[in-house]
């Protein structure tokens, strides 16, 4: 029997996200494969056990304190009210989303305590965060992004609406470089809209990027594996109202998926090749969602990669195995099977150079 640190909630916008995930995966995780250690980070960015029977819509600030020790072997985690040890987990699961969750750093820390968790490593997680960065690497593997420019908050002010619209047409897309779950996206249309659009996209980060809209469909694969990654079947997401966190999270009319999505022949095959193609580009292990567009002419532009995607047991990524014969249950099984397999094989690395 292992035992499996679940770690959810975070400071972040997609806490509420989170904690549903995590919900979710605690009925479902084989009992009698795995125990389950309950650490939620509560809004403020405290590590608590958490009591998930009572478990609302956030981390209660009230669960006993957790401290991290670097660098020993066991007793890794201890509770500050008693300074007992917790039982020493054998994997992290990691359900955390956006910054300080699917950014590297949280990936950091655990690389620091020894402990496999799932999802990219590091330099995969902090690339696919960064919508700059990850844009650069995919356009370098040959694959279509939306034109686009980046702007720093220095160079704020000398924004114009207009160059950018005889640049990319209009509407134009203004996000943040590092979110997720469209906080901070927004649709413009005209000028009186883009004053506003980009005070709040910097609420969020120090970087934005403006994009051209690509006029397309909204398809997903699932993608999972280390060295030889399997993409999944591709699913569609289907919008009735503007995208929004609202549409996407909160409304009743939230966003319908379609898995499979209605494709032509060959633009399965076309659209998977190109999500494993992404995903090895931006240094993808254990698993990512490759968001993509599919246009009428049938061209591809990959939208962005979700390096933790949304793990309810109706979230698109599992959705995805499910249909291709792979259950919630089992798939989290494989991804803690994959995160140790990473770990064993970091560490038969030598660290010091002797002999
Ligand atoms: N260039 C674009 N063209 C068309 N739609 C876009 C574009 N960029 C973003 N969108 C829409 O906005 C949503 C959120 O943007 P996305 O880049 O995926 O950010 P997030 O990380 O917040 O999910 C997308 O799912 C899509 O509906
Ligand atoms: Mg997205």
Redesign the pocket.
């Known amino acids: 029997m292992k035992t499996i640190a679940l770690v959810f909630g975070g400071k972040s916008p997609e806490h509420e996200i989170s904690v549903r995930s995590a919900k979710n995966i605690l009925a479902a995780v084989d009992r009698n494969l795995f125990q389950v250690l309950p650490i939620g980070i509560d809004p403020n960015g405290v590590w608590r056990l958490t009591d998930t029977d009572t478990l609302g819509a956030f981390v209660p600030d009230n669960g006993p304190a957790l401290a991290l020790v670097p660098g020993v072997n066991h007793n890794k985690i201890i509770r500050l009210d008693n300074q007992t040890p917790l039982q020493d987990p054998d994997a992290v699961l990691l359900i955390l989303h956006g910054p300080q969750g699917e950014d590297g750093t949280v990936q950091g820390l655990l690389r620091i305590m020894d402990l496999p968790f799932i999802g990219p490593d590091v330099l995969g997680s902090a690339v696919c965060m960064d919508?700059d960065f990850a844009k650069r690497l995919l356009k370098e593997a040959g694959l279509s992004v939306?034109k686009g420019y980046v702007f720093g908050d220095h160079q704020k002010d000398a924004l114009d609406y207009e160059t950018l619209v005889a640049e990319l047409g209009s509407p134009i897309?203004i996000?943040p470089a590092n979110?997720?779950?469209?906080?901070g996206?927004h649709k413009v249309k005209d000028a009186a809209d883009f004053e506003q659009a980009i005070a709040d996209a910097f609420q969020y980060d120090r970087k934005i990027i403006i994009?051209?809209?690509?006029y397309g469909r909204?398809v997903e694969c699932a993608v999972l594996g280390n060295e030889a990654p399997q993409a999944s079947v591709i699913g569609e997401v289907i919008t009735a109202e503007e995208?929004s966190f609202d549409a996407k999270y909160v409304s009743a009319t939230a966003a319908q998926t379609r898995i499979p999505a209605a494709l032509q022949s060959g633009q399965m095959e076309a659209l998977q090749q190109t999500a494993i193609k992404a995903y090895q580009a931006l240094g993808c292990e254990v698993l990512s969602r490759v968001?993509m567009?599919l246009t009428d002419q049938g061209n591809i532009y990959v939208?962005?990669i979700n390096t933790l995607p949304g793990f309810t047991s109706i979230s698109m990524y599992p959705q995805l195995w499910e249909h291709d014969g792979l259950a919630y249950s089992d798939l989290i099984t494989r991804l803690l099977e994959l995160a140790m397999a990473r770990h064993q094989k970091r560490g038969a690395l030598k660290t010091q150079r002797i002999g």
């Open positions: 919508k939306a897309f996000k979110m997720g779950s469209s906080v996206v994009e051209e809209m690509i909204e995208y968001d567009f939208n962005e």
